[in-house]
């Protein structure tokens, strides 16, 4: 581990945490050990080069209909921005919490509707997140693993995919790495308003992904009693401490959901992903125990972006798989040796008992979603970018550790060559099971892995028998061992660096729903005929609109692409098709004052056949059906090529168009 001599301590003489040291005192974003000339050149160019590369052909990129057009509803007004509402009428919320989009929202309305605009924030919080981790990672682990973790987090491939897309996981990283650094703070100075910081930041990452957000609460917790050692006071303060931080956490996360609750339902949209329009239900439920098969009233995760993006589906080896493990995973092996380093190294410096319970935290963050998504339904594959800090931070502890006792006598020096090898060995074998992408990628790493394994053994042995020769500095020596320093550092993190390097220029391939980085199996050629069908029924419907409000009502992913577009349409039934919502009153009154004409029945989804919403038989009863000759409709059914656990993906659009207007 890095020196601590220069460290202020925060314990006195007893073991006990003081609050008037050098540290307590300090200003919160000056780091513990001191900056080095070459630190903050290495950091400009390191944020500079993930902006740009975040930042390129943003224009270029797609929005998810779904998302976008929530989006755009939510810049037109503060009632609709609050609530997350799908529509600038308000009819029906997202079926998550509206924080994903606050920012989203507030970046249209300040620059206007399109693709950059609401891409935007994402970059911003991704090239945040990138610092953030800097500045945590460096404060206990010095100013190299800084910079390491930062570099292993900006070129992490699914990191590069998500900060191009209109998926809300960058800022939930961005703030759970904001909590962390709070919590840095509490660890050193065992000061509640610290660790209160820390619970707010949580509480607000919960208004973003909800319950995902709390998973890292175990993480904190263990993390936090882990650095009071063995002083039962100290213990007992602090599991106070962090009774107190808990219930902040829980009253931040919980202020949505009571201003829905308390807000009359007539004065609010209905709440999707509930059947009973509670915010509780689409929270705990369709959110949370829906993700392990309980109470799936609606069949979440079921439709068509939850079975591209779910692949193998729910078993301990998913983390390992192939669209998840070429995302997060280059780096695991080192994520694992600097987690039984970090607790097991010995050092009895006060700092090092901070640095432990760092990587107790960090260790505990990873086991925690390791479970979850080995237990629970990944909709998606993206979800996994949770692991990318504590993987990050891991790994550059692990090489700063490894650097430093590569350096001195005894048997822990052969640690680095050893790790760079197994990392060649994984980051070969991971890149070989991709034969047709990148096919230079994996000999390339054997190449430069086995070079910079060569070079720290030698160099390690010519450097010993130097020193046996004419003890003293032997600067050519201290080259060699710098060289094999470097390569080892560029052999793991070449086969990430490629792989990211693939999101910089939008993919024509890629789909919206399901941003990841590499080769891709989905044809976004059907989507675009699926696309440019719907855009033919839009365009006969506008030509036979006659100052309606609404140019027609369907089911929320139907109506979503409109919507997005700029038209006023009526969704119903949510994002499953289910909801009983609108009510059919509200619908037949909206027809009665000529304010609604037509309404598209069906839906886009694949997957388990749902109920229709009440809406729907309403309509078959009092409408009559327009033939699908006339606005190009009609059934079709769309197969794309099987998932990584084999299984074929096939979606029906099989939308009906019909005439409420009394004679057609």
């Not at 430093?404 to 060649?424: C, D, F, H, N």
């Not at 060699?480 to 560029?490: K, T």
């Not at 909206?590 to 309509?619: C, T």
């Amino acid at each position: 581990m890095v020196s601590s001599t220069t460290i202020p301590s925060d314990f006195d003489q007893q073991g006990r945490l003081g609050r008037t040291s050098a540290v307590s005192g300090s200003r919160p974003w000056r780091a513990l050990i001191g900056n080095p000339w070459w630190e903050r050149p290495a950091l400009l160019v390191l944020v500079l080069a993930t902006a740009l590369g975040y930042g390129w052909e943003l224009d270029r990129n797609q929005l998810l209909n779904y998302y976008s057009a929530a989006v755009r509803s939510m810049s037109q007004s503060w009632t609709t921005f609050v609530f997350g509402a799908q529509d600038p009428s308000g009819t029906l919320t997202l079926d998550k919490l509206p924080g994903s989009f606050w920012l989203e929202a507030l970046s249209v309305r300040a620059f206007g509707f399109h693709n950059w605009s609401v891409l935007l924030p994402h970059v911003a919080e991704a090239v945040l997140a990138v610092i953030v981790l800097h500045r945590v990672t460096r404060r206990w682990w010095g100013p190299v693993a800084g910079i390491l973790a930062a570099a292993a987090l900006a070129v992490t491939p699914m990191v590069g995919a998500l900060a191009k897309a209109e998926i809300a996981d960058m800022l939930l990283m961005l703030l759970l790495l904001l909590a962390v650094a709070a919590w840095q703070r509490s660890v050193e100075t065992g000061r509640l308003r610290w660790l209160l910081l820390s619970g707010v930041w949580v509480g607000f990452a919960f208004h973003v992904k909800m319950v995902q957000a709390w998973a890292v609460l175990p993480a904190l917790g263990v993390g936090y009693l882990v650095a009071a050692g063995r002083n039962p006071a100290v213990l007992w303060r602090r599991a106070g401490q962090l009774l107190l931080a808990g219930v902040t956490t829980l009253a931040v996360s919980s202020l949505w959901i009571v201003l829905v609750l308390l807000t009359p339902a007539s004065a609010r949209p209905y709440v999707d992903g509930s059947m009973d329009n509670s915010p509780i239900s689409m929270v705990f439920g369709y959110n949370a125990l829906g993700r392990f098969g309980v109470g799936d009233d609606l069949g979440m995760g079921g439709g068509l972006g939850a079975q591209i993006g779910s692949g193998t589906g729910t078993h301990w080896l998913y983390l390992l798989s192939d669209q998840v493990a070429p995302q997060v995973g280059w780096l695991y092996p080192l994520a694992l040796a600097g987690l039984l380093l970090g607790i097991a190294w010995p050092d009895p410096a006060p700092r090092a008992a901070w640095a432990r319970a760092g990587c107790v935290m960090w260790g505990v963050w990873l086991l925690a979603h390791v479970v979850a998504f080995s237990l629970g339904h990944v909709a998606h594959s993206f979800y996994v970018a949770a692991l990318a800090p504590p993987v990050a931070a891991l790994a550059a502890t692990a090489l700063t550790t490894m650097w430093s006792a590569y350096r001195q006598e005894g048997w822990r020096k052969w640690l680095l060559p050893l790790m760079i090898a197994v990392s060649t060995v994984w980051s070969a074998y991971l890149a070989s099971r991709f034969p047709g992408f990148l096919p230079w990628l994996a000999p390339s790493v054997v190449v430069t892995g086995s070079l910079a394994v060569v070079v720290l053994v030698i160099g390690r042995i010519v450097s010993a028998r130097a020193s046996e020769r004419s003890p003293g500095a032997r600067p050519w020596t201290t080259h060699v061992l710098a060289a094999g320093g470097f390569l080892g550092v560029v052999t793991v993190l070449l086969a990430p660096s490629a792989w990211a390097a693939t999101t910089v220029v939008p993919n024509p391939d890629a789909v919206s729903f399901d941003p990841a980085a590499g080769p891709r199996k989905i044809p976004a050629a059907e989507f675009d005929k699926s696309a440019r069908r719907n855009q033919k029924t839009f365009d006969y419907l506008r030509s036979r609109r006659q100052g309606e409000k609404y140019l027609f009502a369907a089911s929320s992913m139907i109506a979503a692409s409109a919507t997005a577009a700029g038209e006023s349409v009526l969704p119903f039934g949510g994002f499953s098709g289910s909801l009983p919502a609108p009510s059919v009153d509200h619908v037949a009154d909206l027809v009665s004052r000529r304010e609604l004409r037509y309404v598209i029945l069906g839906n886009i989804l694949s997957g388990r056949k749902r109920p229709e919403p009440p809406v729907a038989g309403w309509v078959r009863l009092n409408c009559s059906q327009v033939d699908p000759k006339e606005y190009g409709g009609g059934g079709r059914t769309v197969t794309l090529p099987p998932t990584d656990s084999g299984r074929p993906i096939s979606f029906r659009y099989d939308l009906q168009l019909y005439d409420c207007r009394p004679g057609g």
